[in-house]
């Protein structure tokens, strides 16, 4: 009787997913998710694995990416606000380079434009020197950035990115004088990472994940780590614990369009945070190596606010932003 | 040598044949196409090849990158229409010999050229990697700078007949390189306000718009050569005894050179052909033929920009070090399949590595096979009527350069080029050096700055570092030569 009762049961419910007509099974019949970005990267990795995890899962009937590329995601940001204002069905995925982009081109929108959904994932930052440097611990690198801060030369992406922002705030927490930074942008982790190896700069900043193998097969020395806490499996001390009171992590998230109410801000968060909670998802994380940051509601929308306080005084300091 | 006798046997398995003939087809068949290039083509293909088997999507991948090489040289020859940035060079001498009724013989030293290029390449990098990366890492910020030097005074056999009007594109192409946020202080330059200028003006776009647009405009307007018939072949098919006579030379020099820059960081495939097309014209026999046709110009930087391709692999293997777009996708590709690039992937993955090393030497086969028995159609497409054919490109070059970034603003910047291109052509100058101005301008500014940063303002670091010593003087060579010969040549005369 018991298996008769739960095969009934499953049967409606596979008829119930399974029937396209079923509205209700559905938060969202469709949804356009905008990677401010150029297909391959960090934004349209993010974007295309929503889209595939929410197909999968049921979350939404179908979902789309759509490439808007350019200028930090400024122009995708741009669109957003004009073009889909009031639009209940389309997502945006910006992150930490985002807000920089946004004050260092001087984009007329800015993210408080948009209605904040949730934060989804995102790496920390390493600070390495190649093996045969003589730098051993961070302390004798805050020693010499505090002798001498311009003789530090720093590698890194692009300027006003992350791992730019990172050296700023290092500086900063030294008690050495930010203003004097030298930070030296490339084009790309590669080009970075040769300069690192090569011992052309001092020191390197990037995302964990980029440098991992160098720094498993001992070609680069990492002396911290930007997280709140060790993380699990990685033998790396963060910089709090060295005395530099500074966490910065590399976050990508998602945002709505302006000028949508209420009811659909909730629909919108509800089912991306039906899609983080999914096995799609999860399995999603652990393939690609992406930390779990989820943040939903105003929350989030008080972190949004304070990163970009955060970011803003830095670029400052660091004479990218006037 | 097991390894890599192992490697063949992952290889060869008939599944990973079938992937890597895709990969080569797929690859020609971008590489033809302005504005697709490698590195789009293989990011749009990861979601779909997540759940392959992950050395069958390798060896797809690297038969895709080393034919998109070999692919976009068939259009610049025939059509004057570069399909990839590195074979800008071909299209200069490649296109004169199509007109001539060469297109065959072009597309042939071009097809073994890179056979030639991609199988030297690959055994380069089975060979030598270890000691490849260990010099590409010497360069620094100022050894690229005097590597730049360097290739700007190989600019100068670019130039054409009027050296004024050479020099003015070239200044043009450094303009135009300016446009955009400076990598170094994030400040917008010569954007006008426009959000779409701060990436910069895409090389892609300009080199379309002022070869094919350009061409198609120039063409259109001019009456008499709507009906001007190219002859598309002239004598045999084949390559003949002399041209293969000044072929194979250049092949072996472009693929030594083309090699090493491809593992350099900041080397990627068009300087080397710049440097290829100049060494040749330097060495040539018949110097007299270039700018008019000459196959060594042809062979040399076919040669070189397929055998950078086997020299990206280098770093990419051996560091984790992506040194072209491309390589950085097929990072991104690693990744998706949670293999670290890098030391331990010789160890840990090596029937990966092998694998992928062993199919590399079968991809140039089957891209031979598959290519040389087509240039035989491929010569027909001159025979399309001029109308059709160049409204043809124009179709083509649009839909490529829309594809690259969906942008609307990306077409009318082509359409700008285009009418640039035009009255380049109206009133004859030569728009190569403007690409060239464009591609080392940049590298050449951000290197030079990175070193003076790095150094603190201390300018001798130019010439206390020994490659940037060595390659600056190089370059004062290149320079000052020519007028030492003539002094020379010039005393006996006045005696």
Redesign the interface.
């Known amino acids: 009787m018991k298996s008769f009762a739960v095969r009934t049961l499953a049967a409606a419910v596979v008829l119930a997913v399974g029937s396209a007509g079923a509205p209700a099974a559905f938060a969202q019949d469709n949804i356009r998710i905008i990677a401010p970005a ?3 990267g960090g934004w ?2 993010t974007a ?1 694995a929503m889209q ?1 995890v929410m197909q999968s899962e049921g979350i939404v009937k179908s979902a789309t990416v ?7 995601g ?2 995708g940001l ?1 669109q957003l606000a004009d073009k889909e204002k009031g639009n209940p069905n389309v997502l945006m995925v910006n992150g930490l380079v985002m807000v920089g982009a946004i004050l ?4 007329a929108v800015t993210l408080e434009q948009t209605t904040p959904i949730a934060r989804l994932t995102g790496e920390y930052e390493v600070i390495v020197v190649p093996a045969a440097s003589d730098i051993q611990t961070l302390g004798q690198l805050v020693e010499r950035l505090k002798a001498d801060t ?2 530090v ?1 720093w590698g890194g992406g ?3 990115g992350t791992d730019h922002i990172l050296a700023g705030l290092i500086t900063q927490a030294a008690g050495a004088d930010a203003t004097k930074v ?1 930070y ?8 970075a ?3 690192i ?2 011992g ?2 001092t020191a390197g900043v990037s995302g964990l ?1 980029e440098w ?3 720094i ?2 001992g ?1 680069l020395r990492a002396l911290a780590i930007s997280s709140a806490e060790r993380l699990e499996g990685i033998d790396i001390p963060t910089l709090k614990e060295q005395g530099i009171d500074v966490e910065l992590a590399n976050w990508r998230a998602v945002v709505a369009a302006p000028g949508i109410d209420d009811a659909q801000r909730k629909v919108l968060t509800d089912a991306v945070g039906a899609m983080v909670k999914s096995d799609g998802w999860q399995k999603v994380l652990a ?3 992406w930390m779990d940051l989820y943040m939903s509601g105003d929350e989030f929308a008080k972190y949004l606010a304070d990163e970009n306080a955060r970011v803003s005084e830095i670029l400052k300091t660091l ?2 932003v006037s | 040598m097991d390894a890599l006798l192992d490697g063949f046997a992952t290889a060869l398995t008939f599944a990973n044949v079938g992937w890597c003939l895709i990969g080569v087809t797929l690859g020609t068949a971008i590489g033809i196409l302005p504005g697709i290039g490698p ?2 083509t ?3 293909l ?2 779909v090849t997540a759940h392959l088997d992950p050395t069958g999507a390798f060896i797809m991948f690297a038969g895709l990158y080393y034919g998109a090489m070999y692919g976009s040289s068939t259009t610049s020859i025939l059509l004057n229409t570069p399909g990839e940035t590195g074979s800008i060079i071909t299209a200069i001498e490649g296109n004169l010999m199509a007109r001539q009724g060469r297109g065959a013989a072009a597309l042939a030293t071009a097809a073994i050229g890179s056979f030639v290029a991609g199988t030297i390449g690959t055994v380069l990098l089975t060979l030598l990697a270890p000691l490849v990366v260990k010099l ?6 100022a050894e690229y700078f005097a590597l730049m030097v360097v290739a700007f005074t190989t600019v100068s056999g670019l130039l054409g007949a009027s050296r004024l009007r050479g020099m003015i594109s070239l200044f043009l192409g450094l303009a135009i390189g300016l446009v955009g ?8 330059r010569f954007t006008l306000g426009i ?2 200028l ?2 910069g003006i895409d090389i892609t776009v300009v080199a379309v718009g002022l070869f094919a647009v350009g061409e198609a405009f120039y063409v259109a307007s001019r009456p008499e050569l709507r009906n001007v018939q190219i002859i598309p072949i002239k004598g045999s098919l084949w390559m003949t005894r002399e041209e293969w006579a000044r072929s194979w030379k250049p092949w072996m020099r472009g693929s030594f050179i083309g090699f090493p820059f491809g593992a350099l ?2 080397g990627g495939a068009e300087i080397p052909t710049f440097l290829s097309y100049f060494l040749e014209k330097k060495l040539s026999k018949k110097p007299e033929e270039f700018g008019k046709g000459a196959i060594e110009g042809v062979a040399g930087p076919e040669a070189a920009n397929n055998s950078a391709v086997a020299g990206v692999l280098v ?1 990419l293997l051996t ?5 072209s777009a491309t ?3 097929l ?2 590709a690693f ?2 399949y ?1 293999l ?6 010789f160890t840990g993955n090596s029937a990966l590595v092998w694998g992928l090393i062993a199919s590399l030497y079968l991809g140039n086969i089957a891209l031979l096979l598959l290519n040389l028995p087509l240039v035989g159609i491929w010569v027909r497409l001159l025979a399309i009527p001029t109308p059709l054919l160049y409204a043809g490109i124009l179709v083509f070059a649009t839909l490529g350069v829309y594809s690259y ?3 609307v603003f990306d077409l009318g910047m082509l359409f700008v080029f285009g009418i640039v291109g035009y009255l380049m052509r109206r009133f004859d100058f030569p728009v190569a050096p403007c690409i060239i101005g464009m591609i080392l301008g940049p590298l050449a500014e ?1 290197n030079f700055r ?1 070193a003076l ?2 150094s ?1 303002g201390d300018h001798s670091v130019f010439f206390t570092h020994p490659i940037s010593a060595t390659l600056l003087a190089i370059a004062a060579l290149i320079i000052v030569a020519p007028f030492l010969f003539r002094l020379r040549q010039r005393r006996p005369s006045s005696l």
Do not use: K, M, W, Y
């Open positions: 150029s297909p391959g349209d990795q295309r595939e759509e490439n808007v590329t350019g200028a930090g400024t122009i741009a260092t081109n001087q984009s311009g003789a030369a692009s300027a006003g030298n030296v942008p490339f084009s790309g982790g590669g080009e990472l040769a300069a190896l090569g052309h700069v994940g991992l193998g160098q498993q097969a070609e393939d690609r190596g004479g990218l | 590195a789009l293989i990011a749009l990861l979601p590409a890492l010497r360069f620094g910020p946020t400076d990598a170094l202080t994030g400040q917008a959000l779409q701060l990436d960081p900041a770093p560091l984790g070090l992506p040194t390589a950085a996708i990072l991104a990744q998706q949670g670290q690039p890098g030391p331990l992937l970034n969906q942008s951000q990175r940063s790095i603190q």
